[in-house]
């Protein structure tokens, strides 16, 4: 399926891939992936500042985020959805990341490239930077479109939901599309950026949380599946896939990262 030069990483369950995912997507099977999470650029590097750990730290997150307008920014979109939806199963689903920057042009590539969204599901930070233009409301959430095959006109896909598993971690109520913790249980914290005990290995400027993941996974998948995510990044997704007995692929650009989540994988198993 995949040539030599682009396998970074592989055992039986775990495959690394540097390259280019516009072109690696083109190798994977049609019809083979069970469930995609992506964390695309969000195009936000523009010369900006921030604030982190008390200090102003510079957006810029690399030449990859570099600021598109809107149209060029659906047209991306479009095309990596697009390549997704060929390897995504009639039964499997997509979950995108994104903020407010970015959402809505990938809201639209979604619909456009034959897909049907589910729910749209609100990430509430709890340690969010501070808006340093003191202008606007302090940005703190994120959000991660849920979507599955628009098979024909009349016609969605189905689609794998864990309702039981979503409701038990909910305190026996249906779990509602705003994530906090403490409504469940008080002593939890709710899920956050990535704390420094995911980053000894390494880290990465749009790096999610176990936590994040753990629900998504446990919500969309069984074990045994098979997971892609075409912006690999730290390999949050294909750790936390790992521990919970699915299958992986990420699809990474930069070496760095590659052996960041190489070491996550491996320090963690």
Same mark, same amino acid.
């Given at each position: 399926m995949f040539t030599k030069r682009n396998i970074y990483f592989q055992d039986d369950s775990f495959t690394l891939l540097k390259?280019?995912?516009?072109? *690696? *997507?083109?190798?994977?099977?049609?019809?083979?992936? +069970? *469930?995609?999470?992506? %964390?695309?650029?969000?195009? *936000?590097?523009?010369?900006?500042?921030? #604030?982190?750990?008390?200090?102003?730290?510079?957006?810029?997150?690399?030449?990859? %985020?570099?600021? &598109? =307008? !809107?149209? +060029? /920014? !659906?047209k991306y979109h479009r095309k990596w959805i697009a390549l997704c939806r060929e390897i995504l199963k009639d039964n499997g689903t997509i979950m995108i990341s994104s903020t407010l920057h970015s959402v809505y042009a990938i809201g639209v590539a979604l619909e456009l490239e034959g897909y049907s969204i589910i729910n749209n599901i609100i990430w509430k930070k709890t340690n969010?930077?501070?808006?340093?233009? #003191? $202008? #606007?409301?302090?940005?703190?959430?994120?959000?991660?479109?849920?979507? /599955?095959?628009?098979?024909?006109?009349? &016609?969605?896909? =189905?689609?794998?939901?864990?309702? %039981?598993?979503? &409701?038990?971690?909910?305190?026996?109520?249906?779990?509602? +599309?705003?994530?906090?913790f403490e409504d469940i249980e008080p002593e939890i914290v709710e899920i956050a950026t990535a704390p420094k005990s995911e980053k000894k290995y390494g880290k990465h400027?749009?790096?999610?949380?176990?936590?994040?993941?753990? $629900?998504?996974?446990?919500?969309?998948? &069984?074990e045994g599946d098979l997971i892609l995510d075409p912006f690999n990044g730290s390999g949050t997704t294909g750790v936390v896939a790992a521990a919970m007995n699915r299958k992986y692929i990420g699809i990474e650009l930069d070496k760095e990262y590659l052996e960041l989540t190489k070491k996550r994988y491996l320090g963690e198993k």
């Amino acid at each position: 399926m995949f040539t030599k030069r682009n396998i970074y990483f592989q055992d039986d369950s775990f495959t690394l891939l540097k390259g280019d995912s516009f072109k *690696l *997507l083109k190798q994977i099977p049609p019809k083979s992936i +069970d *469930l995609i999470f992506a %964390d695309p650029p969000y195009f *936000l590097s523009s010369g900006g500042i921030s #604030c982190q750990s008390g200090k102003q730290v510079s957006v810029d997150k690399g030449e990859w %985020d570099y600021s &598109k =307008t !809107i149209e +060029d /920014r !659906i047209k991306y979109h479009r095309k990596w959805i697009a390549l997704c939806r060929e390897i995504l199963k009639d039964n499997g689903t997509i979950m995108i990341s994104s903020t407010l920057h970015s959402v809505y042009a990938i809201g639209v590539a979604l619909e456009l490239e034959g897909y049907s969204i589910i729910n749209n599901i609100i990430w509430k930070k709890t340690n969010p930077a501070p808006n340093l233009a #003191c $202008r #606007c409301f302090t940005h703190s959430t994120e959000t991660i479109i849920w979507a /599955r095959k628009q098979l024909t006109l009349k &016609k969605k896909g =189905t689609h794998y939901f864990n309702y %039981d598993a979503m &409701k038990e971690e909910n305190g026996g109520k249906q779990m509602k +599309d705003v994530w906090e913790f403490e409504d469940i249980e008080p002593e939890i914290v709710e899920i956050a950026t990535a704390p420094k005990s995911e980053k000894k290995y390494g880290k990465h400027p749009t790096q999610k949380p176990v936590k994040l993941l753990e $629900r998504l996974i446990i919500a969309a998948t &069984k074990e045994g599946d098979l997971i892609l995510d075409p912006f690999n990044g730290s390999g949050t997704t294909g750790v936390v896939a790992a521990a919970m007995n699915r299958k992986y692929i990420g699809i990474e650009l930069d070496k760095e990262y590659l052996e960041l989540t190489k070491k996550r994988y491996l320090g963690e198993k």
